[in-house]
């Protein structure tokens, strides 16, 4: 793969599975990676010609737990995105959890995170205790292999278990009434059908 982009890079040119000929391209590479690359470039996983052709203006992005001052902004901006119909806003205590919350999965946590809180919340505001912010987050050593590796941790699997279990519990206790489930969850009949139908429980 790494010879073909660059081939179609210098040649500007692509050819089509199943084609016989080259078609032209005109285009800018936007690349992004959570990987070392001039440190794969050294042990010769990537290539360094490619490496030269993509690296003509690198932007570094860091993390969100070194930049949280960022998170009442991206706060704000994911609510507006999942614009969810009772517009709950967060407490000054729930915001104040997650700008002191280290982030291990960076902003796709922090997505996760409003999300399920829109979905248990009592429909006005989102608590500390509607984010179900996780009471261990991994350990320096945890994170110390995530990076080694190059694999995120697996913090959606974990957070979808424990929204699971108490929409499970809701539906036990109401003897899966799924309107009264709805309201011992605090949340409206939509938001549980939706998210009985994200998490695979319809």
Do not use: W
């Not at 969850?185 to 938001?191: D, E, S, Y």
Request: with cysteine.
């Amino acid at each position: 793969m790494q010879v073909k982009l660059l081939r179609a890079i210098q040649e500007k040119a692509v050819r089509p599975v199943g084609a016989a000929i080259e078609l032209p391209v005109d285009v800018r590479i936007l690349s992004a990676t959570h990987k070392e690359l001039a440190h794969l470039v050294h042990t010769g996983s990537f290539r360094q010609d490619l490496f030269y052709r993509i690296n003509v203006i690198e932007l570094h992005l860091p993390s969100l737990r070194e930049r949280r001052d960022d998170i009442p902004l991206l706060v704000e901006h994911l609510l507006a995105q999942l614009n969810p119909p009772s517009n709950p806003r967060l407490t000054s205590e729930a915001l104040t959890a997650l700008c002191h919350y280290p982030f291990p999965g960076n902003v796709r946590e922090l997505e996760n995170i409003l999300e399920r809180a829109i979905t248990l919340c009592d429909g006005s505001s989102i608590t500390v205790d509607d984010l179900h912010l996780p009471t261990s987050p991994p350990t320096a050593a945890d994170e110390k292999q995530r990076k080694e590796s190059g694999h995120p941790l697996p913090l959606e699997p974990y957070m979808e278990t424990h929204e699971k279990e108490a929409i499970q519990k809701a539906l036990e206790q109401t003897r899966y009434n799924k309107t009264a489930a709805a309201k011992l969850l605090g949340i409206t009949f939509r938001a549980l059908r939706y998210r009985l139908k994200k998490l695979g429980m319809e």
